[in-house]
């Protein structure tokens, strides 16, 4: 990761954790984009240019473009040895920073089980971003060594993984907030890769 990249990241994780850390202390009700911005130490443009909404600052949710942005520079670096693999290493690469902090993820937590209304907006974020997340499973099942043995991934097929994957991931996620503290590291990113592949894996043979 370049300076700047690791420079949106931070920017991106001070606005998350000024916006969860308002709610706790004062109240979703007490939640602005001005209050954020001013505990983050960022203008009220630089909020914008990393969410679109107070909302999806609690929820660590990007832009669309953001989105789409991560997706395609994320595709340039995964070349799996399963799709499987290629799937959880991109989703982990592209989801909410928080995700992989156990002490945001806990209060995040906190959060939506106090106000479950903002469900909604989450549940609408990912149904916007179903669309490149199924073409980029697509992309990384072409890139499977055996692909040609196994055939192409249908829009619908790819949908089922990415739910499968995400799924997974929650779950282990949550394991991993129990015996882990502190910021994600790529020792950590692999042991959540690998432990929510297993569970897929079983889940799977469980269905069989």
Request: some cysteine; overall charge neutral.
């Amino acid at each position: 990761m370049g300076l700047r990249e690791r420079k949106r990241l931070e920017t991106r994780q001070r606005l998350e954790r000024a916006a969860l850390e308002i709610v706790i202390d004062q109240g979703l009700n007490q939640l602005t984009v001005d209050a954020i911005s001013e505990r983050a130490d960022v203008s009220r443009r630089t909020f914008f240019n990393y969410f679109d909404s107070k909302e999806d600052a609690i929820l660590g949710l990007p832009t669309q473009d953001d989105m789409q942005r991560s997706i395609a520079e994320v595709l340039d670096d995964i070349h799996p040895r399963s799709l499987l693999d290629g799937v959880l290493s991109l989703l982990i690469a592209i989801g909410p920073s928080a995700a992989r902090d156990p002490e945001l993820s806990e209060r995040r937590r906190r959060i939506i089980g106090e106000h479950p209304e903002l469900l909604h907006r989450q549940f609408s974020q990912m149904n916007r971003a179903m669309g490149p997340l199924s073409e980029a499973v697509q992309t990384l099942m072409a890139r499977v060594a055996d692909a040609p043995a196994r055939g192409s991934c249908t829009d619908a097929q790819a949908q089922v993984v990415l739910m499968m994957c995400g799924a997974a991931l929650r779950s282990t996620i949550a394991q991993l907030a129990r015996t882990h503290s502190g910021a994600p590291t790529d020792q950590t990113n692999k042991l959540l890769r690998d432990k929510a592949a297993a569970l897929v894996r079983d889940a799977i043979g469980k269905l069989a």
